[in-house]
C-alpha cells in the first residue's frame, strides 16, 4: 500500500448538495478504503453541525472542518483550530450592522444568524444545512464563543472589500450559490484544508507523500497541489484541475467511485 490516507471533500465531491444524494458507489468505495487499511478523512468547509446529513451515511478517521480552521479525529475531540480574533468579530458585526449585511457565524458546533434572517435561512435551506441554525437578535454569541468564520450577504460589496484591505489577516472566498447578492465566507488568511490536513499527518506520523485527496472548488487546490496524488471531480473549473494530478468524472456520474477505483488498480500494481 503506497499510500496511507484519503483526504475527501464533501460539497461537489462527496456529497451531492442540491439534493442530498451521497452515491452508493462512493459509500462503497471508502469502506473499501478503510478495509484496506487507509486512514480517511473528510476535508471539507463545512462546519460540524452541517455534516449531520453526511455523517448519518459515512463515518470518517478524521474531520478537517471550516476550511482548515477546526480539526477532530473520529470521536469528535479537537485536534487543532484557528478561530477569527474576538476583536475582529466584534468589527464584523458592526460592519454588518451598519450596512444591513446578512451575516451569520460558524462556531464549530452551532451555526447563528446575526441580521437578515430569511436571506440567510433561505441559503441554509439550499445547502441542506439547516442543523443546529439559531437566530441570535441580540447578536452576543460571539462574546462566549469561538467563531471560526463568519458567512457575509450583500449586494454591494465595496465597503465589505474596503474592510477586507484593512484586515490582511482575514480572507473572503465567493460562495457560488443562489443568493440575492454577493456570498462570502471570511475566516482567517492562513486557514486552508492543507493547514489542517498538516494537524493530522503530524499526529499520525505522515507527510504529504502518503495523501490522496479529491476536490473540486478553489478552496481545495493547496491540498490538490501538495497531496501526492490529488484528483479534481469533473465538474471543477480549468484552473482547479490545473492543481491536480488527474480529473475524474463529476459527483453525479459516480467520480469518486471511478478516481479511486484509477488508484487502486495502480496501487496493487506497486
Known sequence: MKHKIVFIDMDGTLYQTENDVIQESSIAAIQSLKNAGYIVAAATGRPLNQMKLIL???KFDYYVLIN??????????????????????????ELARANEYGLMFHFGDATYIYNDFYPMYYFCKYCNVLDSLFYDPNQAYHKRHRAFNAVVLTKDSTKLQSFMDEHPDLRSDLINVKTEGFCYDIFNADNDKAHGIDMILEREGLTWDDVIAFGDSTNDTKMLEQAHIGVAMGSANDYVKS?????????????LFNGLKKIMAEEVQD
Open 56 to 58: 448519518e451515511r459515512v
Open 68 to 93: 482548515g480552521g477546526y480539526v477532530l479525529d473520529a470521536d469528535f475531540n479537537e485536534i487543532g483550530s484557528d478561530p477569527i480574533q474576538k476583536e475582529t468579530v466584534e468589527e464584523l458585526v
Open 243 to 255: 492543481f491536480a494530478d488527474f480529473s475524474t468524472t463529476d459527483v453525479f456520474h459516480h467520480g
